[in-house]
């Protein structure tokens, strides 16, 4: 995959978050990327986003998955946004995140205060320019959404999405994960087991859905090719997206 191009974006006041397109009309272009950068999910981001994918889906005609696809990039950006709330957190704290002992006696409290303090650790997301980047772009082969955040993830915490992930792969069905996860501490990350297990449903196999996180970058990728098949993910095609 080539090198991604520097992000232009400015805050569009009708989309509600920074952009590199002036509206939500834009024309789509084949690898012409969709850029957008917010620091909270609000109710108007999200109709943004997915509007967004909703047009792109329309572009690759596999409309028909939108309900899987939209639940995966939720999850993902959900996630992305509490991981910024946590760094914020331990900034108040003055405690280190990538320590394991301060890690463990800090989270302890993280939900409580959060909940109490809500407003506060929002404005410190902007403060500390925890972002979170979600990108769109197609070409004649398939369909990709990016969604990173600008942190580095500890050690434990990359552990346990990966782990999550090769957990999806072993379901047969939703039932099943969902059977396992409830016998578990905080249902075992129920929600990225689920979404991978929907997407999965809709003949978007394990290729389709990527994680990294490597220094201050940590990017989940969904894949949605136009003929979409279980038995013959086109990798091929995917990696000569820009």
Not at 96 to 123: A, G, P, V
Not at 152 to 175: G, Q, S, V
Not at 204 to 233: C, H, M, R, W, Y
């Amino acid at each position: 995959m080539s090198q991604a191009k520097p992000m232009q974006l400015e805050f569009r006041e009708q989309l509600g978050l920074h952009a590199n397109i002036p509206d939500i009309n834009h024309p789509i272009q084949e690898n012409q990327p969709f850029h957008f950068k917010f620091f909270n999910i609000n109710d108007n981001i999200e109709n943004t986003l997915y509007q967004t994918l909703d047009r792109f889906l329309l572009q690759m005609d596999v409309l028909s998955i939108r309900e899987s696809v939209i639940a995966a990039v939720k999850e993902m950006v959900t996630n992305a946004v509490r991981a910024n709330v946590k760094r914020v957190y331990f900034h108040s704290q003055q405690a280190n995140i990538q320590s394991e002992e301060d890690y463990s006696d800090k989270m302890n409290d993280f939900k409580k205060d959060y909940l109490e303090n809500r407003t506060e650790f929002e404005e410190g997301l902007l403060k500390h320019n925890y972002g979170v980047y979600v990108s769109f772009i197609h070409n004649k082969s398939l369909m990709r959404i990016r969604i990173m955040n600008n942190i580095e993830l500890t050690p434990e915490e990359i552990e346990r999405i990966k782990f999550r992930i090769e957990r999806a792969k072993t379901y047969n069905d939703l039932a099943e994960a969902f059977m396992d996860a409830s016998n578990e501490q905080e249902g075992a990350g129920l929600g990225l087991i689920m979404t991978l297990m929907m997407l999965k449903n809709d003949g978007l196999g394990d290729s389709a859905f990527k994680f990294e996180s490597s220094g201050n970058k940590t990017i989940f990728t969904i894949d949605v090719p136009a003929q979409i098949s279980k038995e013959s993910p086109n990798e091929s095609k995917i990696d000569r997206l820009v």
